[in-house]
């Protein structure tokens, strides 16, 4: 092949390797951008009172404080299971306590904490506390728990002078959310609080330094939007949100549903170790008044997004190839249903990526394969007519009748980009591949690879990918170490998942560039 041939070959890769920074540079612009809520207008949704300029401009109240007590109350604690999900609950607070999810991890099912239990001394960044604007109870009683028709209820009943608050927690046993019912009830005569319910965000011990955490917000009937943490922290709030939350790489903790509109602006608290806490703040109380919220504390997978709420899809990541990302993570853990281990999962559908190709690919080899033979006998005759520009002329009309050359030689190899992008999002954000092992050294597909074993390999498949068509031109031979030493420094940071499918692949192509040459010949 000639030294064009390469070079398309070279600036397809190039596009692929550039492409991925360009399209994360991209999202997350796009996801965690500079937009700010409106404040100019009042704000109308469905039965909510509107929410003016004047009210959602008031300073965020990021504090509690506390009611001034001697007393040291005793941390009763209260369990309760939903659908692979175990939730612990504090009289402290009458605060969601720990999260733990139940789960295949290495090979085996264990519990997966994500949201770990909080110290006597800590108060503010409990999961669901309900803050007011002074004496804020925090100890509170439990006045007992039932289950009925398949759901656990706990009920917690805490005040200070100003206010009585009860909460009760409805956990479906087969259900994915948790159900708040939250009354609250002023205690002075013409008195008058305001209520704000906080959510702190998921966290997992091992993702510590490499997790990304943002906020989750969605107006009523409204697409959802995501926003880094520098960006939900400055002095904006968003007026009557219908989802409210915060999101890790896997998980997520929200509100994702408020029928009685108590959510009448919302904003954001940093927390140290790079976390962030959701405060939504309620409407001014003058009479004891009752809300339901509907809460979700699990991952981030298709099928329970998709059971909450249809917009919650929008976490998952997988970007303007959503279509193609769902398509895929379907077949791989239909695929991991039977061979139990998603790095052969993984292996296999590449194979079958590559059989579905094949007929495409064959054509771009063939047609490729008649453009180096057109392109040589091309150059033979600008040789022999070097002289005689208007023979040249007739001979290569003649050559081309001939040859009867079409474009889209690179048609397959072009095909395969969005194949990439789309299956790369799709194994970068899905949990199915957290700690899931594969074999050997491999013991978390959704990390990197300590070992530097398989970027090594990258680099090597893609150099046996472009290679073998380079002939014995040294020049050539120089780009191709130079460009996979590249793509092997740029797989560093690439999870074991999507290096297993760029290896899989490139072995599989060589491979069959190999056969289709020895069954030409035969």
Known sequence: MRWQDTAMRLGIILLVVWGVNILISWGMNRYFGSQRPTTQESVQTGERVAIVAKEIEQP??????????PRVGVDERAVAKGRDMTYQFSTFGASLDSVEETRLLGGSVGELVVLAPCGPEEREHRALMVAFDEMTPFFYQNMGSKEEAGVRSITYVGESPHVRVTKEFRIPSEGVTVELVLTVEPLKDGGTV?????????????LVGRDVISAVIAGLNKPLEKWSIADATKEVAWALPEIVGVQDKYFVFAMVKDSDAFARRTYFRQEQGNRLTAIVEGPAVKKKTTWHLSLYFGPKEAARLAEVDKRLEKLLEYGWLAPISKALMFLLNFLNRYVHNYGFAIILLT????????????????????????SRKLKLLEQKYADDPERLAQERVVLVKEHGLLPGGCLPLLLQVPIFFALSWALNSSIELYRAPFIWWMKDLSASDPSYILPILAGLSIYLTTGSTTGNDPRQKIAMVIMSLVFAGVALNMSVGLLLFICASSFFGYAQTVLMKKWRRA
């Open 60 to 69: 965020r109240k990021l504090e509690m404080d506390f009611v001034d007590t």
């Open 194 to 206: 305001h209520p704000r319910l906080f959510l702190p965000s998921p966290h997992l011990s091992d």
């Open 351 to 374: 194979l079958l990526i590559r059989l579905v190709m094949l007929p495409l690919t064959s054509r771009g080899e063939d047609s490729m394969r008649k453009q180096k033979e057109f």
